[in-house]
T-cell receptor
Framework: AQSVTQPDIHITVSEGASLELRCNYS??????LFWYVQSPGQGLQLLLK??????LVQGIKGFEAEFKRSQSSFNLRKPSVHWSDAAEYFC???????????FGTGTRLTVIP | KAGVTQTPRYLIKTRGQQVTLSCSPI?????VSWYQQTPGQGLQFLFE???????NKGNFPGRFSGRQFSNSRSEMNVSTLELGDSALYLC?????????????FGQGTRLTVV
C-alpha cells in the first residue's frame, strides 16, 4: 500500500534562508506526487505536482521539488523564504488508477525575522 | 471563477446528534472528495463522488455517509456523533477525479463535538 512520510514535524528558518522539506513515499510503481500548503484555518492549496517527465518540478510561490526514484523522495525546496511562507506543508501521493490522495503528516514551517 | 464552497464554516454539536455538511464544487467539476483532518490522524480520505455515484471510500465507519446531487454539489452526513469526530472536514473538487487532474480544496468545516 502507498504511504507518505514527512520526517520533520516542525522546521524553523530565518527569513531569506533556503528551505528544504523532506518527503519519502512508498509505492510500487511511479506515483503521482503533490505538495500542498495550508495556512491556519484554511484549506489546502496545491504548490506543485509530479506526474512524469522532468524530475525537477517548478511550482507557485517560487517553490520547486525534485523527484528521486532511487531515494523514493520528493523534497520541496525554496531558495529564499519569505515570512508569508509560514504554514503547514503536506506531501501527498495518489496511486495510478485511483483518485484519492494519501497525505503525509505535514511539516509546520515557522519563519523568523 | 468561484472556488470550492463549504458550509457551514463552523459547527458545534452534541454527542449522539447527527450533522450534515455541504460542499459546492467549482463550476464544471464533477468529482467531489471529502477528507477528515485531525491533529492525531492527519488528513484522511473519506469518500469520493462522481456523477452522483460513490466511486471510492476510505476506512471510516458507516456513520459517515455522503451523496452527490445532479448539479455536483455534495453533502456528507455523520450520524451518532462521537467526541472523536471533532475535526476539520475538507472537500475537494476536480474535473473528473482522475489521478492527473488537480484537486481544489475548500476552506473546510470545523466540527466540534461536545
Amino acid at each position: 500500500a502507498q504511504s507518505v512520510t514527512q520526517p520533520d514535524i516542525h522546521i524553523t528558518v530565518s527569513e531569506g534562508a533556503s528551505l528544504e522539506l523532506r518527503c519519502n513515499y512508498s509505492y510500487g510503481a511511479t506515483p503521482y506526487l503533490f505538495w500542498y500548503v495550508q495556512s491556519p484555518g484554511q484549506g489546502l492549496q496545491l504548490l506543485l505536482k509530479y506526474f512524469s517527465g522532468d524530475t525537477l518540478v517548478q511550482g507557485i510561490k517560487g517553490f520547486e521539488a525534485e523527484f528521486k526514484r532511487s531515494q523514493s523522495s520528493f523534497n520541496l525546496r525554496k531558495p529564499s523564504v519569505h515570512w508569508s511562507d509560514a504554514a503547514e506543508y503536506f506531501c501527498a501521493v495518489v496511486s495510478t488508477g485511483a483518485n484519492n490522495l494519501f497525505f503525509g503528516t505535514g511539516t509546520r514551517l515557522t519563519v523568523i525575522p | 471563477k468561484a472556488g470550492v464552497t463549504q458550509t457551514p464554516r463552523y459547527l458545534i454539536k452534541t454527542r449522539g446528534q447527527q450533522v450534515t455538511l455541504s460542499c459546492s464544487p467549482i463550476s464544471g467539476h464533477r468529482s467531489v472528495s471529502w477528507y477528515q483532518q485531525t491533529p492525531g490522524q492527519g488528513l484522511q480520505f473519506l469518500f469520493e463522488y462522481f456523477s452522483e455515484t460513490q466511486r471510492n471510500k476510505g476506512n471510516f465507519p458507516g456513520r459517515f455517509s455522503g451523496r452527490q446531487f445532479s448539479n455536483s454539489r455534495s453533502e456528507m452526513n455523520v450520524s451518532t456523533l462521537e467526541l472523536g469526530d471533532s475535526a476539520l472536514y475538507l472537500c475537494a473538487s476536480s474535473l473528473d477525479g482522475t489521478e492527473n487532474t488537480e484537486a481544489f480544496f475548500g476552506q473546510g468545516t470545523r466540527l466540534t463535538v461536545v
